[in-house]
Nanobody, 116 residues
């Protein structure tokens, strides 16, 4: 059974940096077609933050390009998100996601709070 567990969230001041990670169990992350990070702020829909494909291609919404970087470590079976120049608007619960064919897996989320 696949499990995704996020860690690394917390409270940071505006302009600061934070790195969140997602460790997968039950399967090598190499078997997933795409892995990614999404976020959801109170009252908002869940939105895409970043994705990375099996062959390492990354994708970001234009609004986050240059500040956020997604990466993966096959040895640690982990996908990470480095977030720089954080803004209060980045405050949200950040969720790890993995997709393989029609299977879609989610972690439980980790809270990121950016104070002004």
């Amino acid at each position: 059974q696949v499990q995704l567990v996020e860690s690394g969230g917390g409270l940071v001041q505006a302009g600061g940096s934070l790195r969140v990670s997602c460790v997968a169990s039950g399967r090598s992350i190499f078997t997933f077609d795409v892995m990614g990070w999404y976020r959801q702020a109170p009252g908002n829909q869940r939105e895409l933050v970043a994705t990375i494909t099996r062959d390492g291609r990354t994708n970001y919404p234009d609004s986050l390009k240059g500040r956020f970087t997604i990466s993966k470590d096959l040895v640690k079976n982990t996908v990470s998100l480095q977030m720089n120049s954080l803004k209060p608007d980045d405050t949200a619960v950040y969720y790890c996601n993995a997709k393989q064919w029609s299977n879609n897996y989610w972690g439980q989320g980790t809270q990121v709070t950016v104070s002004s």
